[in-house]
């Protein structure tokens, strides 16, 4: 069969397929952002009526403001530990499943599933599953009166999110790094144990090594989920409370801009949110991607 048989007979076939998901990333990304960026230039009335450009006001103001920093600390301490270990535990679920140990088979079933679960209602389950009174840590609580309580306490509060966090993007990542594992030639392994390599060898020298690319696109991917897909689960488990203690960037900008009608602040501090996206993902392709070995 020639490759000329798998192109489409009409040209514009191809086009007419892509024409809606095109539209609807015109509307729903290239649009507001194209907005925020213009809007962090200009002081845009709350409810219309016109605007006046500043220039770089707004970034001095937004600069300047010592919540904005915090928040950005907040997001960066979020994004590591929050990434990191949505990385590590699908990793180990992934070895786990690869080494095809008891009920592994229904486990890559189960595993996939939260993956079509909302983040609003991942957020609405964990608020009742860590709630000290009825939730997991309520018979401690019982034991400790005190010890555990995300409505007043801002550390269980932070630890709840990146649990919540963790979980969410447990199916997706099992997923890449289970098909990595799965790709890596059984001759290796052989190999290894013939030189004597135990299990936890095989790991460090074989497996690791050779999942290296699935590995860099799930930490790629992360980073840039923990930082603006956290939303959910912020407005849904503790709202950016207590005292403030989980708004991070992506919520300050809900809360400066829906709830306090700074429009010009928060597409401002839109606007630094995707550079300094874009300036994690550019770090991470200019100082990892170009180390790893795409060819086996």
């Not at 928040?71 to 990191?84: C, H, N, P």
Request: proline share 6%; charged share 10%.
């Amino acid at each position: 069969m020639s490759s000329d048989s798998f192109l489409f007979s009409n040209r514009w076939l191809p086009i007419l397929l892509v024409a809606p998901l095109m539209l609807l990333i015109l509307l729903f990304f290239y649009v507001p952002v194209f907005q925020a960026f213009y809007w962090s230039f200009y002081l845009e009335q709350p409810f219309g009526g016109g605007s006046q450009f500043v220039g770089f006001e707004n970034f001095s103001r937004v600069l300047s403001d010592p919540e904005f920093w915090i928040a950005g600390w907040r997001t960066i301490i979020f994004m590591l530990s929050a990434s990191s270990l949505a990385v590590a535990v699908p990793l180990m679920l992934a070895i786990a499943a690869d080494r095809k140990i008891r009920m592994s088979l229904p486990a890559r079933n189960i595993l996939v599933w939260p993956k079509g679960i909302a983040g609003a209602s991942i957020g609405v389950v964990f608020a009742f599953i860590f709630n000290p009174f009825v939730g997991i840590m309520a018979p401690l609580n019982g034991l400790f009166p005190g010890l555990w309580n995300p409505g007043i306490d801002g550390t269980d509060a932070f630890i709840t999110l990146v649990a919540a966090h963790v979980w969410s993007g447990i199916p997706f990542n099992f997923v890449i790094l289970l098909a990595g594992l799965r790709s890596i030639p059984h001759t290796m392994y052989q190999a290894a144990a013939m030189d004597g390599a135990g299990p936890w060898r095989r790991i460090a020298d074989v497996q690791l090594p050779l999942i290296m690319p699935q590995l860099f696109l799930t930490f790629v991917l992360e980073f840039t989920e923990s930082i603006t897909s956290v939303f959910a689960l912020i407005d849904t488990i503790t709202g950016g409370g207590p005292g403030g203690s989980t708004t991070l960037m992506v919520y300050k900008i809900y809360v400066d801009g829906f709830r306090g009608y700074d429009l010009s602040g928060a597409s401002t501090q839109t606007a630094i949110l995707m550079a300094f996206v874009i300036l994690i993902a550019a770090c991470q392709f200019l100082f990892i991607g170009r180390r790893i070995n795409y060819e086996r």
